[in-house]
């Protein structure tokens, strides 16, 4: 009886954990479709902010998942500016690499350059 009650435990685990990832996936693909088939797009913006979201995680030295050889501090850094395009003052956040976020600044004006979600670059204006 306690073996049906596990059994039945760990399938519905397996299934719920499956179902997220698949739709991670599908949720990924179709946005890369999706900013694939979106029109490339240039419009004068200003920058009017920028963020990180910085995550830790511990990784065992030597590869020992016991840690017996004790743990590093791993840190990843993800970068975010957002931009108000022209006239319509629509603003848009858009995910940059780390040189890209060092390079602007808030009240930068230019020309932003975008493709559905995905940032292409910006420009600043001279």
């Known amino acids: 009886m306690f073996m049906g009650g596990f059994e039945m435990m760990f399938s519905l685990v397996f299934v719920v954990v499956a179902g997220v990832i ?52 791993i840190s990843d850094t993800t970068y975010y500016v957002t931009f108000q395009a022209g006239e319509s003052r629509d603003r848009m956040e858009f995910h940059v690499t780390g040189r890209e976020y060092g390079l602007l600044a808030e009240g930068d004006h230019g020309k932003l350059t975008f493709q559905g979600t995905r940032y292409l670059g910006f420009e600043r204006a001279g």
């Open 22 to 73: 698949i739709f991670i996936v599908v949720k990924s693909v179709s946005e890369w479709h999706q900013n694939n088939n979106s029109w490339q797009l240039t419009v004068e913006a200003v920058v009017v902010s920028k963020r990180t979201d910085t995550t830790h995680h511990q990784q065992a030295n030597g590869g020992d998942i016991s840690g017996a050889h004790g743990y590093t501090m």
